[in-house]
């Protein structure tokens, strides 16, 4: 069975650092193909998709957030880190880690597996 | 970025309904769409992947269509626990949700 969980504080204060864990197991982040994504969803809003860690190390950013965001994996431990830097109350949200699989012929890299999501509050 | 609408932002439909929501793309992206379910207090599920093939676990009532700029998710019969919001997705190039669509009851 499939599962991830995400893991950080649920409370941050402006221009603080944020350092959230996606702890995942029944698949393994060195098989090729598996990648690990961020999303986060602000309350009542859309879903705004965040970074991603491939198997072979390679990462992608979102554009309007690249600057601010850093994601890292430790294959030994099943988790993926996502650091975002210098808070905003905008930031306020439910981040997400979800799986996918690079092979877009088969599974068009759709993200089949979710966390259940954490709520960070970014506020003084 | 390759952008995402969607139409309508929300509809009402009464259980047993045939439900049509279309996602369009800014730019073509083939047939790297994909639709996910969201409930209230929960994680998104995955519906559809590739425009058209329907995930494993899910009901055939859910079908998808489409491809290049222009697709859609159509559920055949309304049922109670099909109301929620979907979102499209584009994963031709770095990954963007559209703003989803709103199904609640009539």
């Known amino acids: 069975q499939v599962t991830l969980k995400e893991s950080g504080p649920a409370l941050v204060k402006p221009t603080q650092t944020l350092t959230l864990t996606c702890t995942f197991s029944?698949?393994?982040?060195?098989?090729?193909?598996?990648?690990v994504n961020w999303i986060r969803q602000p309350p009542g809003k859309a879903l705004e998709w965040l970074a991603r860690?491939?198997?072979?190390?390679?990462?992608l950013y979102s554009t309007s957030l690249k600057t601010r965001l850093t994601i890292s994996k430790d294959t030994s431990k099943n988790q993926v880190v996502l650091t975002m830097t210098n808070m905003d109350p905008v930031d306020t949200a439910t981040y997400y880690c979800?799986?996918?699989?690079?092979?877009?012929?088969?599974?068009?890299?759709?993200?089949?597996?979710w966390g259940q999501g954490t709520l960070v509050t970014v506020s003084s | 970025d390759i952008q995402m609408t969607q139409s309508p932002s929300s509809l009402s439909a009464s259980v047993g309904d045939r439900v049509t929501i279309t996602c369009r793309a800014s730019?073509?992206?083939?047939?790297?769409l994909n639709w996910y379910q969201q409930k209230p207090g929960k994680a998104p599920k995955l519906l559809i992947y590739?425009?058209?093939s329907l995930q494993s676990g899910v009901p055939s009532r859910f079908s998808g269509s489409g491809s290049g700029t222009d697709f859609a998710l159509t559920i055949s019969s309304l049922q109670p626990e099909d109301f929620a919001t979907y979102y499209c997705?584009?994963?031709?190039?770095?990954?963007?949700f559209g703003p989803g669509t709103t199904v609640d009851m009539k």
């Open positions: 979800a799986r996918s699989h690079g092979d877009y012929v088969l599974t068009a890299a759709a993200f089949d597996i």
């Open positions: 029944g698949f393994s982040l060195s098989t090729t193909g598996m990648r």
């Open positions: 860690i491939d198997w072979d190390d390679d990462k």
């Open positions: 730019q073509s992206i083939s047939d790297y």
């Open positions: 590739a425009a058209s």
């Open positions: 997705q584009q994963t031709y190039s770095i990954p963007f």
